[in-house]
């Protein structure tokens, strides 16, 4: 079970050249990214609403106004705490379009995880998805716990 994300690039591709996306993201709680790494630092502004991340075992509570930069290679995860979140992130991809589709795809609801998440089905597709951009799937949305 997934559920599709607002989003909204916010850098053209031409602007970047197709390697920069900073995306705005809306989530409402409970909604968060499998554990995942990739080869480039990603930026994390917190535009309304309360998140955690977790970044390499740390968590780390984010709020209106707050900024994070993840290191390149360091497994994470960010779930949505309040009712409803949004934020910008900001990370250097191999495929602009190719990391959108990730994003949308990685909305999965925190709450009762086990049935939310298909280790088969949901692992390869997402897998697939981040291929592209290099961002490996370490683990699903049962990592953080809320």
């Known amino acids: 079970m ?5 989003i909204t690039a916010l850098v053209s591709k031409p602007a970047s050249a197709g390697r920069l996306a900073v995306v705005e993201r ?6 968060m990214t499998p554990l ?4 480039e630092d990603e930026i994390v502004h917190v535009v309304e609403g309360d998140m955690t991340l977790m970044v390499d075992g740390e968590r780390i509570e984010l709020r209106v ?19 409803r979140a949004r934020y910008v992130s900001a990370t250097v991809v191999w495929s602009a379009a190719r990391y959108e589709d990730f994003l949308r795809a990685v909305a999965i609801p925190v709450r009762d995880s086990a049935k939310a998440w298909d280790e088969g089905g949901d692992a390869s597709r997402l897998s697939a998805l981040a ?14 716990k809320a």
């Open 2 to 6: 997934t559920f599709e994300a607002a």
């Open 26 to 31: 809306t989530g409402r709680r409970g909604e």
């Open 36 to 39: 995942h790494r990739h080869p």
């Open 65 to 83: 106004g707050d900024v994070y930069a993840a290191p390149r290679a360091t497994p994470h995860a960010l779930v949505v705490e309040s009712e």
């Open 131 to 144: 291929a592209p951009n290099g961002i490996e799937i370490l683990d699903g949305p049962h990592a953080v």
